[in-house]
């Protein structure tokens, strides 16, 4: 057996290309706050968060949450977002302590590069056992601010806000 040290660089490996680029405004510590409803048109509620955002390869950027549910329970989030070049379009997912389901977005940036728009679906608010269309929309305030808003369709296709999470760099 050879003692000398293999190369196991893949030169077939994707490597960061400008649509890349714009997952680095969410790398870092996040305060997060936010105010959210239980129910559509329900009473607002607030909750207090934390995010760490991280790269993977420059390909990713992928986040762990903490927070507590209205109950006093813990909650952990991860998210995960990038650029797919074979499909041409943003592409992540979700998971939630709270949620054994798996939220696959599709998502776009706006010309300006200030908003990207992710588009998944989910299981439906209102009727238990099936699936109603969701988007999530990260809009960038500024180097150290940015929010998340969350809207769900309604039965007449409506779309209908119902949580916006701001977040200010903290690290």
């Known amino acids: 057996m050879s003692t000398e040290t293999q190369d196991n660089t893949d030169t077939q490996a994707t490597k960061p290309i400008p649509e890349h680029e ?3 405004n969410l790398l870092g510590e996040w305060k997060v706050v936010t105010e959210f409803s239980e129910e559509p048109g329900g009473p607002l509620k607030k909750m207090e ?53 798996l939220w696959k977005y599709v998502g776009t940036l706006s010309e300006d590069k200030k908003t990207m728009t992710l588009n998944c679906d989910g299981p439906s608010f209102t009727e238990e056992g099936k699936t109603a269309p969701y988007r ?36």
């Open 136 to 171: 999530d929309v990260l809009e960038l305030v500024d180097a150290d601010h940015r929010t998340l808003t969350s809207y769900g369709k309604d039965g007449k296709g409506v779309w209908t806000q119902f949580m916006k999470a701001s977040y200010t760099r903290v690290g």
């Open 22 to 24: 714009w997952l680095k």
């Open 49 to 101: 968060s934390t995010e760490s955002v991280k790269s993977l390869g420059g390909l990713w950027a992928y986040s762990e949450g903490k927070s507590q549910m209205p109950d006093g329970t813990p909650a952990t989030t991860y998210m995960a977002l990038g650029y797919d070049v074979s499909f041409k379009e943003y592409r992540g997912s979700f998971i939630g302590s709270m949620s054994s389901h």
